[in-house]
C-alpha cells in the first residue's frame, strides 16, 4: 500500500478491552490520520497529527486515543470508553496535492 | 450541518458505456475535491483531485468536472470495464486536515 502499513488486518476486542491498531509510514511524511469507516457512512475523522509530539481531535474522537513519538509511527488505542467500536478503520498521510495514500485497513470486531 | 451526498447506493452498467458518478455537498465551500476507488476490504486509492479553479480534470478513460455554483461534481468513467467495479467516493475539502468523504456509490460493470 505505498509504504503505509496497518496492523493487524483483523482483531477482536472483548468488552472492557483497550486495543491499540498500528500504523507504520516509511514514506517521510509529517501528515498522519486516522479514519473510521461504517457501512453505508463516509469516513469518518477520528485523530489526525501533523507532526511528531502534537495531534489533533477530529469530529468523533470519543472513546479513542493516540500517540506520535516518531514520525514514522501514529498508533490508534480504542478504548473501553468507545461503545460502538466494530468498524474498519483507515490510517493515512497527505501527500500534498496528490491526495491521500491509505493503508489497507484493520477490521476490528467486538466479540 | 455539511452533507456530502453521492448519487446512488449502487449503479449497474454494460461494458463500453459510460458511467456517471454525481457528488453533490451542502454547507460546505470546498477548496479542492478528490475522488478515490476503494475495492471490498482495502484502503481507498487516490484517482483524482479537482480544485475549485478548475471546471474539469481528465487522466486517461476517467473525467471529473467540479461546479462550486451547482455544489457538485460529476465523475465519468468512459469505455468502461469489468476490471472498474469498485466503490467510488468523492472527498471535497477545504484543507487536509478539514476534508468530508460521501459513502460512495457501488460501480458494477457487466460484461
Known amino acids: 500500500d505505498g509504504g503505509i502499513t496497518q496492523s493487524p488486518k483483523y482483531l477482536f476486542r472483548k468488552e472492557g478491552q483497550n486495543v491499540t491498531l498500528s500504523c507504520e509510514q516509511n514514506?517521510?511524511?509529517?501528515?498522519m490520520y486516522w479514519y473510521r469507516q461504517d457501512p453505508g457512512q463516509g469516513l469518518r475523522l477520528i485523530y489526525y497529527s501533523q507532526i511528531v509530539n502534537d495531534f489533533q481531535k477530529g469530529d468523533i474522537a470519543e472513546g479513542y486515543s493516540v500517540s506520535r513519538e516518531k514520525k514514522e509511527s501514529f498508533p490508534l488505542t480504542v478504548t473501553s470508553a468507545q461503545k460502538n467500536p466494530t468498524a474498519f478503520y483507515l490510517c493515512?498521510?497527505?501527500?500534498?496535492?496528490?491526495?491521500?495514500?491509505f493503508g489497507s485497513g484493520t477490521r476490528l470486531t467486538v466479540v | 450541518s455539511q452533507k456530502i451526498e453521492q448519487n446512488s447506493e449502487a449503479l449497474n452498467i454494460q461494458e463500453g458505456k459510460t458511467a456517471t458518478l454525481t457528488c453533490n455537498y451542502t454547507n460546505y465551500s470546498p477548496a479542492y475535491l478528490q475522488w478515490y476507488r476503494q475495492d471490498p476490504g482495502r484502503g481507498p486509492v487516490f484517482l483524482l483531485l479537482i480544485r475549485e479553479n478548475e471546471k474539469e480534470k481528465r487522466k486517461e478513460r476517467l473525467k471529473v468536472t467540479f461546479d462550486t455554483t451547482l455544489k457538485q461534481s460529476l465523475f465519468h468513467i468512459t469505455a468502461s470495464q469489468p476490471a472498474d467495479s469498485a466503490t467510488y467516493l468523492c472527498a471535497p475539502a477545504i484543507n487536509n486536515n478539514d476534508m468530508r468523504f460521501g459513502a460512495g456509490t457501488r460501480l458494477t460493470v457487466k460484461p
Open positions: 514514506l517521510n511524511h509529517d501528515a
Open positions: 493515512a498521510i497527505s501527500t500534498g496535492g496528490y491526495g491521500y495514500t
